[in-house]
């Protein structure tokens, strides 16, 4: 039986994004995405993971080489796993920006660090027993990847592939573990188990959005019968009205999705009631079925192909809406939130959409979009969940939205990697510096190299000093506008345009905006 609250020894508030999405975009986008060095440990991965937009700057917070090198520190490393050994995944920052923890997507013996931005040191704060690795997941964790700081100023933490899909509040995140005080990790036994990837909470932190990365995946919202006490509560999953396929389809063949089905009006549907009773004949909390999966297929809730991460953020019209991504359908979708259980489902971007519009155009293609990141203004950035090929990094992408209706105008090219072996994960803004962001490099090749390898790696990116990119604005636009960059209005015919350096203060200080929106 599995131990319901964990007490491990020795081993604010939240803050929400408040702008309305979006702005143009505020740099000047790549045009192909990176080559991937052939090495482990090349220069490019300890010196410049990235490809980035000019005037982007980055630097190396930590690495599983540099804790490993210093007795004071420590993290997760399971033996004979390989590169996926430590599998430092998505990150959450306390409300300071001081402290970022980092989970560990291991198969088993799963953990989490807490690294301290100001000492420069990395603690793990707990890991399991490798009782996994023999099915026994009494005290042990399996593929800890969602993190998210929660409104009463304690950090979630899901289960996706591994482990049973079960959902942890850890109750003291900013415990003194060096001087023997105990983390104390609960199981959420009223959110339904599934394999979790994207956590965030609506603005006023009284919902929790989730969902389950499945090929038949479905999206979920719990609500707390008590604001800020997560043990219990009503869950609900989306159901969008146009669908009529089977809840448990494999939805959307990968590539060639059909999201037409899967778009339009929805409702919430409960799973549950207040209480956290079931309301289905299947047991959405089973630790050993992923239950919620098929409480929801049992509802006829909406599947989507492996549904990641979330975001929530507004547009324009004020109402507050869900951005996911859908990993196999090469897509994103945003919920626009309706009340009284309602909702819109649009397809927010995918290979469809236009690329760099306005500007240079790109041969970067989408692949496996994972996770999400916001920004102060409410911009959305799409990060890919694996490099294009053995010779071309994943990409991270900015998702032009700058009517914020849901439905990006342009998908711009970004940052692209370039680590063998490796993906970008975690990406995240800093809340307490919001030109700030931190990337983690997760399983690359080098982390096989325990003497000298890089490992697993956590950096910081700085937009303060990115240049702006030339204005695309035709003559209305110029009359409208002034000097805004890329103002296309739908227009695609750029090669008709004169093209201008930004001058206008108004409209190409997004620094000075980015700043002003996260006060």
Known sequence: MYKKNLILTGVLLA????????????????????????????????????????????????????????????????PGLGDGASMTDMSAFDPTGRYIFLPHETQYGAGLTRYDRTTDKATNLFKGDMGGANGDWTNDFGALDPATWTPKNTLLLGEEWSGQGRLFEVANPMADVENGEAVIVTELESVPNVSHEGLRFNHAGTALYFVDEDRSGSIYKFVPKMKGDYSKGQSFVLKVENYSGSASAQAGAYP??????????????????????????????????????????????????????????????????????????????????????????????????????????????????????????????????????????????????????????????????????????????????????IINVQHPESTL????????ATWLLDITNVIAPPCAADSDDEHEHGHGYGHNHGHHDDKHRSVKTCTHSDDTNFIHKLVKAAK
């Not at 702005?23 to 490019?44: E, G, K, M, R, Y």
Request: negative net charge; charged residues 20%; proline residues 5%.
């Open 15 to 78: 803050c929400a994004q408040t702008a309305v999405a979006g702005t143009d975009v505020f740099f000047i986008p790549l045009t192909q995405s990176a080559a991937v060095a052939q090495l482990p440990n090349h220069v490019n991965e300890l010196n410049s993971p990235w490809q980035v937009p000019a005037g982007v700057s980055y630097q190396n917070l930590t690495s599983l080489h540099e804790i490993e090198a210093d007795p004071s520190q420590s993290t997760v490393r399971v």
């Open 449 to 456: 190299n325990e003497a000298e390898g890089m490992g697993d």
């Open 256 to 437: 060639n999705h059909n999201p037409a089905e899967r778009t339009g009006m929805a409702s919430w549907v409960a799973i549950t009631d207040t209480n956290g009773v079931a309301l289905t004949t299947a047991d959405p909390f089973n630790n050993f079925t992923r239950g919620g999966r098929l409480a929801a297929d049992e509802l006829g809730g909406t599947p989507y192909r492996r549904p990641e991460d979330v975001e929530v953020g507004y547009l324009k019209n004020g109402h507050e809406v869900l951005y996911f991504t859908a990993t196999e359908e090469l897509a994103a979708y945003s919920v626009e939130e309706l009340g009284h259980g309602k909702a819109m489902v649009r397809l927010f971007a995918d290979e469809s959409t236009l690329k760099n519009v306005g500007h240079a155009a790109t041969t970067g293609q989408i692949n496996s979009p994972d996770n999400l990141a916001q920004d102060a203004l409410g911009n959305i950035y799409m990060v890919e969940d694996w490099p294009n090929g053995d010779n071309v990094g994943g990409d991270i992408w900015f998702l032009r939205d700058t009517d914020g209706d849901g439905v990006a105008e342009s998908v711009d090219h970004f940052l692209s990697l370039q680590v063998k072996g490796a993906e970008n994960t975690g990406m995240i803004f800093n809340p307490a510096n919001p030109t700030e962001f």
